[in-house]
């Protein structure tokens, strides 16, 4: 992998399952742990420095996506680490901030996700939403707006696509990685 896109922090270095693909205008630094057939896709900035970055399998963060973590402190022992689990869809350019993500879930173009906050499994968030700190956004349901709302449950359908999303970015990263090779 290019050194220039994929840095340690503090002797910390990122490690990849199997099968990841990191576009190359991508910047990776320090605690990132990124589970197999995951994507990473144009400049995304991702910096696990003062806390953790953890992300499942065959989960995609898509073009322009920041991801970052909060430092551990007196009144927060262990600061706020970023999870995100498996099977998640994370649309362009969005804003991850030390929160945890369950599986099965999409987050809408430009969505911003603060600190604390709990997004569990199956979960759809429209684009250009704000959830704000530790706030829980539970299993089954639709949520949109600044501040983000509960809007309705979830379709088959849409349940259906927060499954079949990830299975898209996995198939199209095996296109890139076979191009790249
Ligand atoms: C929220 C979403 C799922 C649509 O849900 P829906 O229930 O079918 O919504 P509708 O299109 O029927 O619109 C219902 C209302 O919600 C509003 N709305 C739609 N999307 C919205 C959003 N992201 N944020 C706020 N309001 C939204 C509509 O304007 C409409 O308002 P109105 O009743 O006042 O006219 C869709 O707009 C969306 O945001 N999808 C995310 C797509 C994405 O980012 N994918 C990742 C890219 S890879």
């Not at 995609?60 to 920041?66: A, F, L, Y």
Request: with cysteine.
């Amino acid at each position: 992998m290019h050194k220039n896109y994929f840095r340690s922090y503090r002797g910390i270095t990122p490690i990849l399952g199997n099968a990841v693909y990191v576009d190359e205008t991508a910047v990776l630094v320090g605690d990132i742990t990124l589970g197999d057939d995951t994507s990473i896709w144009p400049l995304v900035a991702a910096r696990g420095d003062v806390n953790k970055i953890t992300i499942g399998a065959r989960t995609n963060i898509q073009d322009g996506t920041v991801l970052h973590v909060t430092r551990k402190s007196a009144g927060n022992p262990n600061g706020n680490p970023l999870v995100i689990g498996d099977d998640v869809t994370v649309g362009h350019k969005c804003m991850l901030h030390g929160c945890a993500l369950g599986d099965r879930i999409l987050v809408g173009m430009g969505a911003i996700i603060m600190d604390g906050a709990i997004v569990e499994d199956d979960v759809f968030i429209g684009a250009g939403s704000l959830v704000p700190p530790n706030k829980t956004l539970k299993s089954g349901y639709l949520y949109v707006g600044n501040p983000v709302k509960q809007s309705r449950e979830l379709k088959e359908s849409e349940a259906n696509f927060l499954k079949q999303s990830a299975i898209n970015y996995v198939e199209l990263k095996a296109e890139y990685l076979a191009d790249s090779n």
